[in-house]
């Protein structure tokens, strides 16, 4: 075989790596100033959305406060 028959398979390896790597850096950084709620957020704001009365008793019960 010839050195360029051993370059091509190589050169579509590079190609196909540099194709991986845009993608997966346009997928991370698509939307990243968007809002977003973690776990601990998300439950605030579902906690927060419930009736005084009930938050208290929540709180009450709670055994692990902060």
Do not use: K
């Amino acid at each position: 075989m010839t050195a360029a028959a051993y370059r091509s398979p190589l050169r579509w390896a590079w190609v196909a790596l540099l194709v991986l790597l845009l993608l997966s850096a346009g997928l991370r950084f698509y939307r990243l100033d968007a809002q977003s709620f973690w776990n601990d957020e998300g439950n605030t704001a579902r906690l927060v959305e419930r009736p005084i009365p009930l938050i208290i008793a929540g709180a009450a019960g709670d055994i692990h406060p902060p």
